[in-house]
């Protein structure tokens, strides 16, 4: 159900129907809180990166909370509200999601308390079940300003759903069970096992969820069985564009030279991997004989020099093609029950979601950085200047975004106009934002002949507001232009909030340039005409711009960071500038830890 939708029908008496009721009070769950279930409303909390999540189980008069993050005081701590201030009640009453942009102006909830008291605007809930059908409550994602949800966001808050269903649903298995054990110890038995292995299936939703690389998909999928069944050896292998199957390396083990030899192969091989790949159902070995007589010889020197003895090759199956293979292996005989293979089929399905996720995301990663990397400029020569830029990515999940560099000669005599900024956003409408400014500056200073850089950047605000581009952030825009002695260069800078530029002049005397106006594109700030700063640069001297990502860091003064940077810039005077950006960032981006984007252009007189 979602925005502008019809009023549910007699909510009452779904709310008060006896048998869900019933099934709310068997759950064990209400208004105290509960570690799985704040653990299922923190995932939602950071997946869907939203300040208010809850898991809420609507009861006849009330809804409680034993799932809660970001609620505000006085209802955190009551972990309740009266139904007057509830939507998820109208999750219950319909069964259906529950899904608004701003709930202020939807017939259904523009009346509801939480709006003004809880400060509920944008809302996502997802029906919560018991094995009947009935709706106890929902897992909901709650914004305090208006949000359009995208079909990604509502397909991962509904994934979290199931398993916060599976969850309700195995307490509620477990309260029945407790109530058959009297009858019978050895039903009582079964149903405990049948618990573990349902709690290894809600252990493997919950760990391969947040998973975002193929090490990290292998990694957690060794620690899901345990006890007597725990494996010895977990394998993944996945299948590449090129018709071959890989193998993902396991961190800290020792290959011998066989299984080195099938680190690669084809889909066609006479492997265990391959076979249930080829077939798509599990294949199951439960001793090595079992290898020996079903594939070549090569093949059991490899198991046994892995020192296995039982093996279970589970085919990772996406939602249109076989993504490759999950591998137990066990280090003694080990027969498997049809429970056990019920639970490495429902592993791997797991697996495949995970897998067809990661892939995903590596495909969306790689598109927007090659994005943002064609839309980064060539540096033109220019007589009398020497001019060197780097880039460097994120190394954050998807955290591309708008920062980028420009250099482009003036018209009339040798005179270049230099640009670094950085458009607010990490996402792929970050960059393609940044395309369009960038183009737009470029205009703004050809058609400006004689204009500074602050006229060029508020000709560029202007167009930015009549094309209605939302299009914010910072940036220093610069001029150059040959000064009255040879070898000098006059330079002019206008600087929107961004980090100052910093001067390297002969003999390593630093000067940061710490006159700034504010953001551009944001008027309702700024009231003033933009201001130009001229500086004389003497033969010799380097010009150094960047982007925050080069000295932002957590918990680190950011003033001291820049101080820092100017002083590393002195002691590498005289220095070509491409010598100097390479410095620069390996001296302050670490290989593997920066989490935003980075750039660098270094220009010498």
Known sequence: MHDNAPLPLSPDLVLCDPARVNALHDSGLSAQPDSAMDRFAAMVRVQLRVPVALVSLVEPDRQVFPGMQGLPEPWATARQT????????????????LVLSDARTSALTRDNLAIPDLGVVAYAGIPLTDTRGEVLGSLCAIDTRPRNWTDDEISTLADLATMCVTEIRLRLATRQGKRDRDRSDELASQLD????????????????AGTRTLEQIRHEVSWLVSGDHRPSYVGLVVAEPDG???????????????????AVYRTDA???TAKAFRERRLLCFEDPAAIEAGFPPAIGRLYRELGLHATACAPLVGSRDVLGVLTLGWDRPHELDSAERAVISTIATYTAQALERVRQLEHRIGVARELQEAMLTDLPTVPGLRMAARYRPSEADEAVGGDWYDAVPLPGAPALAVTVGDITGHDVHASTLMGQVRSMLRQ??????????????????????GLELSATGTLVHAHLHPGGEAGRWDLTTTNAGHPPPILVHPGGRTEVLTAHDVLFSHFGIRTRPRTDLRTTLEPGSLVFLYTDG????????????????????SGLAG?????VADAVLAHLVEPGGHDDDVVVLAIGT
């Open 550 to 569: 080069l000295v932002e860091r957590r918990g680190e003064d950011f003033d001291q960071a820049i101080r820092g940077l100017a002083a590393f810039l």
């Open 193 to 208: 096992r049948a618990h573990a292995r349902n709690e290894i299936l809600l252990s493997a939703a919950q760990a391969l």
């Open 270 to 272: 006479a492997m265990p």
């Open 82 to 97: 009266p139904l007057s201030h509830s939507f998820c009640q109208h999750v219950v009453a319909t069964g259906v999601p």
């Open 244 to 262: 071959t199957l890989r193998r993902v390396a396991q961190p800290g083990r020792t290959t011998t030279a066989d299984a080195d030899e099938f």
């Open 575 to 579: 220095q070509e500038p491409a010598t």
């Open 444 to 465: 703004a200073a050809w058609d400006l002949p004689g204009a500074g850089p602050a006229e060029t950047v508020e000709a560029l605000e202007t167009a930015l507001t």
